[in-house]
């Protein structure tokens, strides 16, 4: 199994900056991509971001574009993601996920590991 830890939430202003924290633990060797998702009161789970372990720019949500950048450290085995010029609407709880296929995909169902979560509450 896989298990993953978020970090890193926590409540800002608008156009300020968190950045979130993800490890992967455990049988981490079967995993190739890494997905960041959020879910805000009332609506659905919807992807944010993913990198591939193995290289390779990461793929963002046109609603994140220029704004949150992810980034990974495969000797950690922990990925991150930055975001900046946060606005409420960002408000949600974040989720670290992980695929045990290649491919930046964008939908819940394609990844196999989730994390717990951690919120973020963007103040207006």
């Known amino acids: 199994q896989v298990q993953l830890v978020e970090s890193g939430g926590g409540l800002v202003q608008a156009g300020g900056s968190l950045r979130l924290s993800c490890a992967a633990s455990?049988?981490?060797?079967?995993?190739?991509?890494m997905g960041w998702f959020r879910q805000a009161p009332g609506k659905e789970r919807e992807f944010v971001a993913a990198?591939?372990?193995?290289?390779?720019?990461?793929y963002y949500a046109d609603s994140v574009l220029g704004r949150f950048t992810m980034s990974r450290d495969n000797a950690k085995n922990t990925v991150y993601l930055q975001m900046n010029s946060l606005k409420p609407e960002d408000t949600a709880v974040y989720y670290c996920?992980?695929?045990?296929?290649?491919?930046?995909?964008?939908?819940?169902?394609?990844?196999?590991?989730w994390g717990q979560g951690t919120q973020v509450t963007v103040s207006s």
């Open positions: 990198i591939s372990w193995s290289g390779g720019s990461p």
């Open positions: 996920a992980a695929r045990r296929d290649y491919g930046l995909a964008g939908t819940v169902d394609a990844y196999h590991y």
């Open positions: 455990g049988r981490t060797f079967i995993i190739y991509t």
